[in-house]
């Protein structure tokens, strides 16, 4: 069964830390993985979209990292602000099936001053 | 949000009353779909429509009713039929289904039903 796993469920940083959210997957075949940034009460936001041949794809403080091979990706995020606080979702993307898109389930992050 | 609307922002209504969600997107684009969010699940998407006239049931169909009459418009009915409906309801579109292209997200409606 094609299935998304994101670790920490939620993480609480101060202001100005770094952190690292993982995401393990089980979809097969492989078409790309994205992050997405979902703030409370509204819709997610493209944060980056990785394909098969990436390892790495960096989008202002945000960079993602990809291993195919281990089926494992993470976010991290440099120097947070109080405005990073939302749920972080990973989606994998695959070929195959009436529902090519696979959720996982997020990650909260709260950055306190 | 991109160029995707969703109206109401929040919605009550008594249980037993059919429902009706709006979604409009400006971005020409022919993948339109719904999702629905509950705290501490990922989404789950109950409709999809790749055209206009066509659509396709999507993992938890059952109690929810779409139209695509329009490429702009994909208006989702909550039924009396659906036993939960209480949720987060997302409307999202794309310029294909395959995943091929980004997927952009609306702003989402919150219906409570009591």
């Known amino acids: 069964k094609n299935q998304v796993e994101q670790s920490p469920q939620s993480l609480i940083i101060l202001e100005g830390k770094n952190c690292t959210l993982q995401?393990?997957?089980?979809?097969?075949?492989?078409?790309?993985l994205r992050w997405y940034k979902q703030d409370t009460g509204r819709g997610p936001v493209s944060l980056t979209i990785m394909t098969f041949s990436e390892n790495t794809k960096s989008n202002g403080r945000y960079t993602a990292t990809l291993d195919a091979d281990t089926k494992q990706s993470s976010l991290h995020i440099t120097a947070s602000q109080l405005s990073d606080s939302a749920s972080y979702i990973c989606?994998?993307?695959?070929?195959?099936?009436?529902?090519?898109?696979?959720f996982g389930k997020g990650t909260r992050l709260s950055v306190i001053a | 949000d991109g160029g995707i609307t969703q109206s109401p922002k929040y919605l009550f209504r008594k249980e037993g009353q059919n429902v009706t969600l709006s979604c409009e997107q400006n971005l020409n684009h022919d993948a339109m779909y719904w999702y629905r969010q509950d705290p501490g699940q990922g989404l789950r998407l109950i409709y999809y429509?790749?055209?206009?006239?066509?659509?396709q049931k999507g993992d938890i169909a059952e109690g929810y009713s779409v139209s695509r009459e329009k490429k702009e418009s994909f208006p989702l009915t909550v039924t009396s039929a659906q036993k939960n409906p209480t949720a987060f309801y997302l409307c999202?579109?794309?310029?294909?289904?395959?995943?091929?292209?980004?997927?952009?997200f609306g702003p989402g409606t919150r219906l409570t039903v009591t």
């Open positions: 989606v994998v993307i695959t070929f195959s099936g009436n529902t090519p898109l696979v």
């Open positions: 999202a579109s794309s310029m294909d289904r395959a995943g091929t292209y980004e997927q952009y």
């Open positions: 995401c393990n997957y089980t979809v097969s075949p492989f078409s790309n």
């Open positions: 429509s790749q055209i206009v006239n066509d659509f």
